[in-house]
């Protein structure tokens, strides 16, 4: 039944997205994805530059003039791969830049009883953000070797990690917004499953190319419908926001 419950959450989420007000949002957070991987992609690009040589002796061979070319290209196919790690943090990065904005149009719009959010200020968002965002890249560090040991179920150990700490994440900071520290973390350990589950469901997507851009702002919106699900909060369509 909970499942149930959380699979209509991120169904509703998902044309949470195609209100005006989200969709300037998620082309917000598509642009800043896409530069941030850019970003990354042009530094490594940089580093290949300056650390090989524009000719290479080999022995028998003599000078080879295409190796730069050959790594340059060759990075091209690693940052691909790459980002199916880097959308993870990039996800968790945004949160504090989208969640307010899209948390406040999704309450508008189906909780029109609540009126407006008095919680976390947007910097205290951002800097638990960034907080979080050391967690889970020092988490993914440390589950390297389980990758590396655990094989084709690699993805398992992935999707379970990370739907666990983004789901946390998105749900505390959406909680924070309405209750007190102490009650949002006592709603979270109450209903850990949902909070998991729902964060697995965000994560999957997170290592699908392209649709993974969208994933920040539609797990912003899905969380937002968690939260007062479980809180109790009946949805009451008004105006269109």
Same mark, same amino acid.
């Given at each position: 039944?909970?499942? $149930?419950?959380?699979? *209509?959450? =991120?169904?509703?989420?998902?044309?949470?997205?195609? /209100?005006?007000?989200?969709?300037?949002?998620?082309?917000?957070?598509?642009?800043?994805?896409?530069?941030? &991987?850019?970003? $990354?992609?042009?530094?490594?690009?940089?580093?290949?530059?300056? !650390?090989? +040589?524009?000719?290479?002796?080999?022995?028998?061979?003599?000078?080879?003039?295409?190796?730069?070319?050959?790594?340059?290209? *060759?990075?091209?196919?690693?940052?691909?791969?790459?980002?199916?790690?880097?959308?993870?943090?990039?996800?968790?990065?945004?949160?504090?830049?989208?969640? #307010?904005?899209?948390?406040?149009?999704?309450?508008? /719009?189906?909780?029109?009883?609540?009126?407006?959010?008095?919680?976390?200020?947007?910097?205290?968002?951002?800097?638990?953000?960034?907080? %979080?965002?050391?967690?889970?890249?020092?988490?993914?560090?440390?589950?390297?070797?389980?990758?590396?040991?655990?094989? +084709?179920?690699?993805? &398992?150990? %992935?999707?379970?990690?990370?739907?666990? &700490? &983004?789901?946390? #994440?998105? =749900?505390?900071?959406?909680?924070?917004?309405?209750?007190? /520290?102490? #009650?949002?973390?006592?709603?979270?350990?109450?209903?850990?499953?949902?909070?998991?589950?729902?964060?697995?469901?965000?994560?999957?997507?997170? !290592?699908?190319?392209?649709?993974?851009? $969208?994933? +920040?702002?539609?797990?912003?919106?899905?969380?937002?419908?968690? %939260?007062?699900?479980?809180?109790? #909060?009946?949805?009451?369509?008004?105006?269109?926001?």
């Amino acid at each position: 039944m909970a499942r $149930v419950l959380m699979l *209509g959450d =991120f169904l509703t989420a998902v044309g949470d997205l195609f /209100r005006p007000r989200a969709l300037g949002v998620l082309g917000l957070g598509i642009a800043l994805s896409i530069a941030l &991987l850019l970003a $990354v992609y042009a530094g490594f690009v940089q580093l290949i530059d300056w !650390t090989t +040589p524009d000719v290479l002796t080999l022995p028998w061979v003599g000078e080879v003039h295409w190796v730069k070319d050959l790594l340059s290209w *060759g990075s091209l196919a690693f940052m691909l791969v790459l980002s199916f790690f880097l959308m993870v943090p990039v996800a968790s990065l945004f949160t504090g830049l989208f969640l #307010e904005t899209v948390a406040a149009s999704v309450e508008a /719009r189906h909780y029109p009883r609540l009126g407006p959010a008095q919680g976390a200020s947007f910097m205290q968002a951002l800097q638990d953000s960034l907080n %979080f965002l050391l967690l889970l890249i020092g988490a993914n560090i440390l589950a390297l070797l389980g990758y590396v040991t655990l094989g +084709p179920a690699a993805p &398992l150990l %992935f999707w379970g990690m990370n739907g666990y &700490l &983004l789901g946390r #994440e998105y =749900f505390q900071m959406v909680a924070l917004r309405r209750l007190p /520290r102490p #009650e949002a973390n006592a709603l979270r350990r109450k209903y850990w499953g949902q909070v998991w589950l729902a964060g697995v469901l965000m994560t999957l997507p997170l !290592t699908v190319p392209v649709l993974n851009f $969208v994933v +920040p702002v539609l797990a912003a919106a899905s969380f937002t419908h968690l %939260f007062h699900r479980l809180r109790g #909060e009946r949805r009451g369509v008004v105006t269109p926001r």
